[in-house]
T-cell receptor, first 112, second 113 residues
């Protein structure tokens, strides 16, 4: 993930709409990417991952898209619910290596 | 199966005091990590342990020491706390393999006055 400074970007979405959270990474050698969800007062929780040999992966209500050409990652959440309100982090790493780079996160606010 | 546990949940220290943050995992993972998280910032790696008996510095190791006591436990020590170490500390564990995601503990909130 890429540092974007001290201010956390915020995305406000109406309940039931789809959410798209974006992330840029800088290491072209990264080949494994993860999205985490962090609720207030808790540790980050795994949502979905994708390897560099794929450009799309789907989970339950979530889809991750990877564009290696522009080093961009996105997380799509379908039919956003109030329980989806949290900070979302992307992380990138080189498979098998210890170092993981985390983005600064995006705060998702779901409007009931 | 508790996953990753951390103690204490919250601590207030005076400048110069020392303390140890405890972390344990019951998933039989080889790798363990300590991160700090400051407001509006991502997680920054302090130290990690790729396997029992080994530890290595991460991005921000100054002012900290670690001990990988056994495969389950990985502790973080502040020898002389400073206000700049006020942060939320997360421990994580991981098994390198098919899915390389890290599993995080609930965090320790540290305030240094």
């Amino acid at each position: 993930g890429e540092s974007v400074g001290l201010h956390l970007p915020t995305l406000s979405v109406q309940e039931g709409d789809n959410s798209i959270i974006n992330c840029a990474y800088s290491n072209s050698a990264s080949d494994y990417f993860i999205w985490y969800k962090q609720e207030s007062g808790k540790g980050p929780q795994f949502i979905i991952d994708i390897r560099s040999n794929m450009d799309k992966r789907q989970g339950q209500r979530v889809t991750v898209l990877l564009n290696k050409t522009v080093k961009h990652l996105s997380l799509q959440i379908a039919a956003t619910q109030p329980g989806d309100s949290a900070v979302y982090f992307c992380a990138d790493q080189i498979g098998g290596y210890q170092k993981v780079t985390f983005g600064t996160g995006t705060k998702l606010q779901v409007i009931p | 199966n508790a996953g990753v546990t951390q103690t204490p949940k919250f601590q207030v220290l005076k400048t110069g005091q020392s303390m140890t943050l405890q972390c344990a995992q019951d998933m039989n993972h080889n790798s363990m990590y300590w991160y700090r998280q400051d407001p509006g910032m991502g997680l920054r790696l302090i130290y990690y342990s790729a396997s029992e008996g080994t530890t290595d510095k991460g991005e921000v190791p100054n002012g900290y020491n670690v001990s990988r006591l056994n495969k389950r436990e990985f502790s973080l020590r502040l020898e002389s706390a400073a206000p700049s170490q006020t942060s939320v500390y997360f421990c994580a564990s991981r098994e390198v393999g098919a899915q390389e995601t890290q599993y995080f503990g609930p965090g320790t909130r540290l305030l240094v006055l």
